[in-house]
């Protein structure tokens, strides 16, 4: 059954108090009027979609000076409030933000250890920060390699507003996997424009996985294809970008466009194989 690795579980209510995430919602055309009321809409959609788990993704902003992004955070508590609730549905992955030095350690130490938060979401343009700062990054680094937690780094452009993309260029995180051989690292959304680079990344750094979200399937690049019917087969994942996208929009689109044109086993490693083993501990 898929396993959705791209999700943010926002409502209307909340993105309504977010200019950057209704810039967001211009960007890509989204009817508004369509989103979601609650964050129990989720869970009915992805059983609407066949979707049988969800990465949920934190994110914290409280110590960036970028003050279009003081309403961006989501408790963590909250977070994983709501993966304790979805029966084991839905895995939540922490935010911090890296701009709070060693209070932001202390938080993720809490989030592993008190709310059993399986991974970590980073969006450097969000925060400001570069992923290979070694003052404010590599000690947050260093804890996700001891417990074995994956990272997930926002990376390429983004439509979000009021933010630089050069942040996100995927290239920072090739010193990062070379410093900290051990960490899992997942690049979203093909570190588009870049995807070449992320690619190239990953074949030279065996933790590192690549998500595909941010697209329909029919719009994946075709340069990509090669990649994810061979060598990187066991590292791309599906992710829609949840409520950009949705699953059912999102599987359709799949089954009609990209599905046939995948090798024998492809689409349960991208479906979601790839996003079980990046959790296994």
Request: glycine share 6%; hydrophobic share 40%; proline share 6%.
């Amino acid at each position: 059954m898929p396993f959705d690795c791209h999700v943010h579980p926002w409502t209307l209510e909340f993105m309504k108090k977010n200019g950057p995430i209704m810039k967001a919602c211009d960007f890509f055309k989204v009817d508004t009027a369509k989103l979601p009321r609650t964050t129990g809409q989720l869970l009915e959609e992805m059983e609407a979609a066949g979707v049988e788990k969800a990465i949920i993704l934190g994110q914290d902003t409280h110590a960036t000076q970028n003050k279009n992004f003081k309403n961006y955070t989501i408790r963590n508590d909250e977070l994983s409030a709501l993966a304790r609730k979805s029966g084991e549905k839905l895995v939540a992955f922490a935010g911090v933000d890296p701009n709070a030095g060693r209070d932001a350690v202390r938080e993720l130490r809490r989030a592993f250890k008190d709310l059993a938060m399986r991974g970590l979401k980073i969006h450097s343009s969000a925060n400001s920060v570069y992923p290979n700062d070694e003052r404010l990054m590599f000690p947050i680094y260093d804890l996700c390699q001891e417990v074995g937690a994956p990272i997930l780094f926002h990376t390429g452009t983004t439509g979000l507003g009021d933010c630089e993309i050069k942040y996100s260029k995927p290239e920072f995180l090739d010193e990062v996997c070379q410093r900290f051989p051990d960490l899992r690292v997942v690049m979203a959304h093909m570190g588009w424009p870049w995807a070449d680079v992320a690619i190239a990344i990953a074949l030279r750094n065996p933790n590192v996985f690549i998500d595909v979200s941010g697209w329909k399937p029919r719009y994946i690049p075709s340069g990509v294809l090669p990649y994810l019917n061979g060598i990187l087969k066991d590292r791309f994942m599906f992710g829609t970008d949840y409520p950009m996208l949705r699953q059912k929009e999102w599987m359709e689109d799949f089954d009609a466009n990209l599905r046939p044109r995948l090798k024998p086993g492809v689409s349960d490693l991208l479906l979601q194989r790839n996003a079980e083993r990046l959790l296994a501990r």
